[in-house]
């Protein structure tokens, strides 16, 4: 009776300690997920906070393309919008809007010599281009940290645990349809 006890008493033991390491392993690859994500937010806010000091150092040069600055405002104000919330499809579309409101405004600024000469500009277009790079890297260590929390919430035997730690699967940061193609500029 007394190995009978013992050995019912190791196997809790054994249980429990399963259990707590499953939970902590499911919930520290969520929230790897979730700094990851913040990565993106950073950055996102980052661009978004350098548009307007470019906005207004295209004006002085090019005061009559106003239907450009306006959609690089717009796509500023929903970049903000969707760097504040949790949804990973609203952050890459607005993304991508900000990126093709960029592409015009780059060819607004080809289009003025004196404007690609000026050092602020130059300074600015520098630090966005950097910003980028950073937003294009964030975007890659969100989606390895949602492919390794993804792998971990469906293979055994941490997938009959997702329930308890409440970590289930992520969906990654995907670009939206058309954004692979080069948008065209015409003025």
Aim: hydrophobic share 45%; proline share 3%; charged share 20%.
């Amino acid at each position: 009776m007394t190995t009978a006890l013992i050995v019912i008493g190791v196997l809790v033991v054994a249980v429990i300690a399963f259990v707590v390491i499953g939970f902590n392993k499911l919930r520290t690859t969520d929230i790897g997920a979730q700094e990851a994500l913040g990565g993106i937010d950073v950055q996102l806010t980052r661009r978004a906070d350098l548009i307007p000091n470019l906005v207004e150092t295209v004006k002085g040069y090019a005061a009559h393309e106003k239907d450009t600055l306006e959609q690089v405002t717009a796509a500023r104000a929903h970049l903000q919008s969707a760097a504040a919330g949790d949804d990973v499809a609203a952050k890459a579309a607005a993304d991508a809007e900000m990126q093709q409101a960029l592409v015009r405004l780059n060819a607004v600024a080809e289009a003025y010599p004196d404007l690609k000469a000026n050092a602020g500009f130059l300074d600015l277009q520098k630090q966005l281009n950097e910003t980028e790079n950073q937003i294009s890297f964030a975007r890659q260590y969100y989606n390895d940290a949602v492919a390794t929390l993804n792998k971990v919430t469906q293979t055994i035997p941490w997938m009959f645990l997702t329930g308890i730690a409440n970590v289930h699967e992520r969906e990654f940061y995907d670009a939206p349809e058309g954004n692979e193609t080069v948008p065209k500029v015409q003025f």
